[in-house]
Nanobody, 122 residues
Framework: QVQLVESGGGLVQAGGSLRLSCAAS????????MGWYRQAPGKQRELVAA???????NYADSVKGRFTISRDNAKNTVYLQMNSLKPEDTAVYYC????????????????WGQGTQVTVSS
């Protein structure tokens, strides 16, 4: 049973910062890409940032220069440092991990965290 546990959400004023964390636990062979998605009320879930096991990163245009994704492979943890937050960043943020369950199985499976609320007041 794989679990992704997120922490770090909350309420912050515009211009402030928050740091999200997501730790993976359970039985799996490897974690490939990890990422953060968000979903605002009435909108579709969208990719915020992603990072490969080798450290390559990808960001949504709306967060470039403000958010930084990183990971600690030894701790199976991914982080999202969010600076210069704007009211439009308000959403539920979800952690995602693409994992292989066994060495003998090359298939990759998607796992999701439960979501953490980020609210930015103006």
């Amino acid at each position: 049973q794989v679990q992704l546990v997120e922490s770090g959400g909350g309420l912050v004023q515009a211009g402030g910062s928050l740091r999200l964390s997501c730790a993976a636990s359970g039985r799996f062979f490897s974690i490939n890409a990890m990422g953060w998605y968000r979903q605002a009320p009435g909108k579709q879930r969208e990719l915020v940032a992603a990072i490969t096991s080798g450290g390559e990163t990808n960001y949504a245009d709306s967060v470039k220069g403000r958010f930084t994704i990183s990971r600690d492979n030894a701790k199976n943890t991914v982080y999202l440092q969010m600076n210069s937050l704007k009211p439009e960043d308000t959403a539920v943020y979800y952690c995602n991990a693409k994992m292989r369950s066994r060495w003998s199985d090359p298939r990759e499976y998607d796992y999701w965290g439960q979501g953490t609320q980020v609210t930015v007041s103006s």
